[in-house]
């Protein structure tokens, strides 16, 4: 993942190329009331000035945030953070003064570049906060105790011992104690009880400060961040889920047969959701954790990365230069030497810092990093490849202008990250001298099984969390109706049900981070989509002619030249044109996942004969 920091969001709007220059000298009157409560004519002229100053503003205080974050990252202390606290100050109050300053050119006629820079900026925020310096204060208010509650709740039980979020992870990973499920799960959410009249609250003031920039509410200007109508883009999403339902309906009955098999189908009926505590994971998102469960049978593929990569002596240093190998036989130029001297590979003993895997670019333009206290073993070579592939992705885009700096929608980024773990395959581990024979065909089952669990489980998940929040937003759903419109969202995309009654006591939402922590969700669901359209094209590019899931791109200069080609392009334009660099359609396609994942498919409906699927 890239770490949290400012980077300007993708624009409302698509506007036409021709505009440029036609309307230079353009100006209109807007009602911007100053001391004398005067109207003042604004122009064309005026909105370059002002972008111009803007870029110059941010640059100054992204660099200035950068360092801050990472020096706390790095080294956790009570100073760092309130250095990092005081620069995200600065940061949120400088971002949301220039995107209401930006909004008074929003009459005017521009240029494609203008037009896209100031919508960028508006787009930056998350939270629009209102105009009114008490409301604002009262928002950013809320905001610390939604994060609050969040990082600080545990699960305290009647013994007196306390449970953090961490420890119950670990436990519902491994525990198949139904009852210790159950206790863990409800335990965690009683957190966000408190939550509810806050959040309320939130939703209220954001809404008010997404009006005041032009927009019907705070969803409807979280949809407008994707080149399209707000509408259209929901009814886009919708599409693309039609298409990977059929595959997730197998999956879901396959797992729910074996749940059923293993508890009993009396706490697991074959014709219900499935309860939501028995998946392996605290919000029942993704389904790895029990592949002991629903593992095919003789699906072990013979051998284990970890241990090949004991047998050939890979430290950390040597992992980390292994990834990069996969981006140089591909074309691209090495790291600097910089990244090696100023990234984190290894814990300190010394003192605290963030594991948390992350990618960076302090600069803005050669000052790449990635932070990760890396462990020696098969998973942790996989989400090296993914950390940087986010580097090359910065280093391509490092000559846009500021407000193009990141990927072409949010949903790019971790797509692209996604993409080239996807070629660390047995083909490409064999290729670099790590295994000695590829598996047959047999063995892809478990493997295929093994994603499906954490990819394809994953889908419904990250498409209903925004559903649900536009709802909020819209008013669709109303603040009486939270945990039930929670539920019916889950039920009907997810096919997971609560194991236990909730009523409107419960805001179960808040005990999914996201929701506190104000981060918008779809991003994930469109990466999950991405990854396997952009992975499909690049194997054809690469002149594969293995079944997609066994593909790697590594050493196709080919696919490295169309990859980069669609990087240098940050978000200077529509993320449709984007797209099409790289598969030749602005369209966003999922049959790419069904392609990938089709022979589990094959197998999935075999098993599935004669069960009851569907909920």
Not at 397 to 419: C, R, V, W
Not at 462 to 489: H, I
Not at 538 to 561: F, T, V, W
Request: charge should be negative.
């Amino acid at each position: 993942m890239t770490p949290f920091r400012f980077k300007l969001s993708m624009s409302a709007l698509m506007v036409a190329s021709t505009l440029a220059l036609t309307a230079c000298d353009a100006q209109v009157t807007i009602d911007t009331t100053d001391s004398a409560h005067t109207k003042k004519a604004v122009t064309a002229k005026d909105a370059n000035t002002f972008i111009t100053n803007t870029e110059k503003e941010l640059s100054a205080l992204y660099l200035e945030s950068s360092r801050a974050e990472w020096i706390y990252a790095n080294f956790i202390t009570h100073d760092t953070s309130a250095l990092s606290a005081e620069v995200n100050r600065k940061m949120t109050e400088t971002v949301v003064r220039l995107a209401n300053e930006a909004a008074k050119y929003d009459e005017l006629e521009l240029d494609y570049d203008a037009r896209r820079k100031l919508d960028k900026l508006k787009l930056a925020l998350t939270l629009p906060a209102p105009q009114d310096a008490d409301k604002t204060a009262q928002l950013s208010q809320i905001v610390a105790e939604l994060g609050g509650l969040y990082g600080k709740g545990k699960y305290c039980k009647e013994d007196g011992t306390c449970l953090s979020l961490g420890d119950m992870t670990s436990k519902m990973a491994t525990s198949r104690d139904y009852n210790e499920l159950l206790d863990l799960w409800q335990g965690w959410r009683e957190i966000s009880k408190p939550m509810r009249p806050l959040y309320e609250q939130q939703v209220a003031l954001t809404n008010e400060g997404a009006k005041e920039l032009g927009y019907a509410d705070t969803g409807a200007m979280w949809r407008s961040k994707y080149d399209m109508p707000a509408d259209d883009f929901t009814t886009e999403l919708d599409r693309i889920w039609g298409q990977v339902k059929p595959l997730y309906n197998s999956l879901h009955c396959h797992v729910r047969a074996k749940l059923g098999e293993k508890y009993g189908t009396e706490k697991v009926p074959q014709d219900q959701p499935i309860p939501a505590h028995l998946l392996g994971n605290m919000w029942a998102q993704a389904w790895g954790n029990i592949y002991d469960v629903v593992a095919p049978e003789n699906a072990d593929p013979g051998y284990d990365v970890t241990e090949l990569l004991a047998q050939n002596n890979y430290d950390e240093l040597k992992m980390v230069k292994g990834a990069e190998n996969f981006f140089t036989s591909m074309g691209f130029d090495a790291l600097p030497e910089t990244f090696y001297e100023r990234s984190l590979f290894v814990k300190p003993k010394d003192r605290d810092v963030q594991c948390h895997a992350s990618a960076w670019n302090i600069d803005s333009k050669d000052d790449l990093r990635i932070k990760m206290c890396i462990q020696r073993t098969g998973e942790e070579f996989s989400v090296i490849h993914h950390e940087l592939g986010h580097n090359f992705y910065q280093r391509a885009y490092n000559k846009q202008p500021l407000f193009y700096q990141e990927s072409a929608n949010d949903g790019f980024h971790e797509a692209i990250g996604d993409t080239i773990a996807l070629s660390v395959t047995p083909g490409y581990l064999k290729e670099i001298g790590l295994l000695e024979q590829v598996p047959d065909e047999s063995k892809d089952i478990g493997l295929l099984m093994k994603m499906a669990l954490d990819k394809v489980a994953f889908v419904p998940f990250s498409l209903m969390v925004d559903q649900w929040r536009w709802q909020v937003f819209s008013g669709e759903v109303a603040p009486e109706n939270y945990n039930k419109a929670w539920w019916e969202l889950r039920e009907k995309y997810q096919g997971v049900q609560a194991p236990i009654a909730r009523s409107e006591n419960d805001f179960d939402p808040g005990a999914k981070y996201h929701v506190p922590g104000n981060t918008p969700y779809t991003r994930y669901f469109l990466a999950h989509i991405l990854q396997f359209e952009f992975h499909r094209s690049l194997c054809e590019i690469a002149g594969n002619d293995k079944a997609i899931h066994r593909c790697s791109i590594y050493n196709s200069k080919e696919a490295g030249d169309k990859l980069n080609a669609m990087l240098e392009m940050g978000s200077s334009r529509p993320w449709q044109e984007a797209l099409e660099t790289v598969t030749g359609k602005p369209q966003m396609d999922a049959t790419a996942m069904l392609d990938y994942f089709a022979p589990l498919k094959t197998y999935l409906d075999k098993q599935n004969e004669g069960r009851n699927c569907g909920w």
